[in-house]
């Protein structure tokens, strides 16, 4: 298996233009992680989604941030409009939950995002 | 707050020394995880150990549990510059939904 896929892995854009990035999870998860992690907060959760159905958004700073995952191997996490203090690097991760609690959580690259 | 408390925050070993990272936390937990981190890269899941459980071993990694204090260690015996990285504790707490709450981190330096 490739692991989870992120894209784009970079991306620098000015303050106020959208920014969409995506998450390919591993084949067979059925739970899906937004994380951002900057030097001053650490690594927190954004939202999480179980069988495509989002249930824990309470991480998302504000709505300027969107996520959504149409289907079980996709999932996007949008900023609109961006602003400089987003400036971080943006994790998705997959695991396969069951009822005896979280398992392993496989964290894809990450998305360096810098906003100017 | 509920993430779980790491300490030290930095710790700077020689190669072949042991390392022990710590950590706290404050309610009832279904399992923790620790996770390692590379500069710059993802993290990754290196040991997973649930809360009716008191010790694990993973190749030169040793972690253990105490419910009754809350708290995990993590012990990486005859360390490498390899083993140079940040590491994390990742809580699993009951009747949070299922989701996992990260601590802020243990930098390891191991010097050649």
């Known amino acids: 298996d490739a692991g989870v896929i992120q894209s784009p892995r970079h991306e620098v854009t000015e303050m106020g233009q959208e920014v969409t990035l995506r998450c390919k999870p591993i084949?067979?998860?059925?739970?899906l992680f937004w994380y951002r992690q900057t030097m001053m907060r650490g690594l927190e959760l954004l939202i999480y989604?179980?069988?495509?159905?989002?249930?824990?958004d309470s991480g998302m700073p504000e709505d300027r941030f969107s996520a959504k995952m149409p289907n079980a191997s996709f999932s996007t996490l949008k900023i609109q409009p961006s602003e400089p203090r987003d400036s971080a690097v943006y994790f998705c991760?997959?695991?396969?939950?069951?009822?005896?609690?979280?398992?392993?959580?496989?964290f894809g690259p990450g998305t360096r995002l810098l906003v100017l | 707050s509920q993430q779980g408390e790491e300490d030290p925050q930095a710790l700077s070993i020689q190669e072949g020394e042991n390392a022990t990272m710590n950590c706290s936390y404050k309610t009832s937990i279904n399992n923790l995880q620790w996770y390692r981190q590379n500069s710059g890269r993802g993290l990754v899941h290196l040991i997973l150990?649930?809360?009716?459980?008191r010790e694990k071993h993973s190749g030169r990694l040793r972690v253990t549990l105490d419910t009754s204090k809350k708290s995990s260690s993590l012990l990486i015996t005859a360390s490498r510059a390899a083993d140079t990285a940040s590491y994390f504790c990742a809580t699993d707490f009951k009747n949070q939904g299922g989701k996992l709450i990260f601590g802020q981190g243990t930098e390891l330096s191991v010097k050649p």
């Open positions: 084949s067979g998860h059925n739970s």
């Open positions: 150990i649930r809360s009716n459980e």
């Open positions: 989604f179980n069988n495509n159905v989002p249930i824990d």
């Open positions: 991760a997959s695991s396969l939950t069951r009822d005896r609690g979280l398992e392993t959580q496989y």
